[in-house]
């Protein structure tokens, strides 16, 4: 079979992108929700769809459970795997986005490059990072899976924050503090910021 690219030819989309963001009386986006191990992405981006349905924003969460066992379940935690992750995930926010919907990821998407590369293959205003600022020492008090306490035992090896990089944000879009703050009042930080950003009205 032959599998080379440039004998693939792009169809244009006979529905246009803006017609879907019209039917839908909202703008797509992605947000991005990138954190360590237990700061709270699921959480928070869960409780944000949420809030986002009962506005009757049309959405959908991709989280390590509908990809790293589906899409993605050829891939470990090595850096050159969560890489390949990280570009995958970027490649079907792109089509949610294309499809006119407001698409949360939560993945901790340890490197920076790899983020940007996201951001860069969608149009402005199109993509929000969204930095879960949780200090590790509060994420491995957390430790909602048992992984950091394995982790510290040498159970699991080039786990986040442990022995393995995370490259905090620089200048996220949306930026949420987690400790000392309830899911709600997290939740509601990032709906003021796409109020602001006029995604929702
Ligand atoms: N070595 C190692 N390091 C970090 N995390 C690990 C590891 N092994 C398993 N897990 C579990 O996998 C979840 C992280 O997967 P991600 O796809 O978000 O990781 S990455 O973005 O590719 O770095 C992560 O889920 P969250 O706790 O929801 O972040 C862990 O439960
Ligand atoms: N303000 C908060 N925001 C998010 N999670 C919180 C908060 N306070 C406590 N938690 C708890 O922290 C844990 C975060 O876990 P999870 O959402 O799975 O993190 P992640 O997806 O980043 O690994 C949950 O048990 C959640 O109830």
């Not at 990280?86 to 792109?94: L, N, T, Y």
């Not at 949306?174 to 995604?199: F, M, Y």
């Amino acid at each position: 079979m032959d599998t080379k690219s440039e004998n693939v030819v792009w169809h244009a989309h006979s529905v246009s992108r803006d017609a879907r963001s019209e039917v839908k009386q909202h703008k797509p986006c992605v947000l991005w929700f990138t954190g360590l191990s237990g700061s709270g992405k699921s959480t928070v981006a869960n409780a944000v769809d949420h809030l986002l349905h009962k506005r009757k924003v049309h959405t959908y969460v991709l989280d390590g459970d509908n990809v790293r066992h589906g899409l993605n379940g050829d891939l470990g935690f090595s850096d050159k795997d969560r890489v390949e992750n990280i570009r995958r995930i970027g490649e079907v926010a792109k089509l949610f986005v294309d499809a006119g919907l407001v698409v949360s990821t939560a993945f901790i998407s340890p490197f920076k490059a790899d983020r940007d590369l996201v951001r860069n293959q969608l149009s402005g205003g199109e993509f929000f990072e969204v930095f879960i600022d949780t200090p590790l020492a509060v994420c491995e008090q957390r430790d909602p899976k048992g992984l950091y306490k394995k982790a510290r035992a040498g159970e699991i090896k080039h786990f986040t924050g442990i022995d393995s990089a995370y490259e905090v944000p620089s200048s996220p879009d949306i930026h949420v503090e987690t400790d000392g703050k309830t899911i709600e009042e997290c939740a509601d930080e990032v709906i003021a910021a796409l109020e602001k950003s006029r995604i929702i009205s």
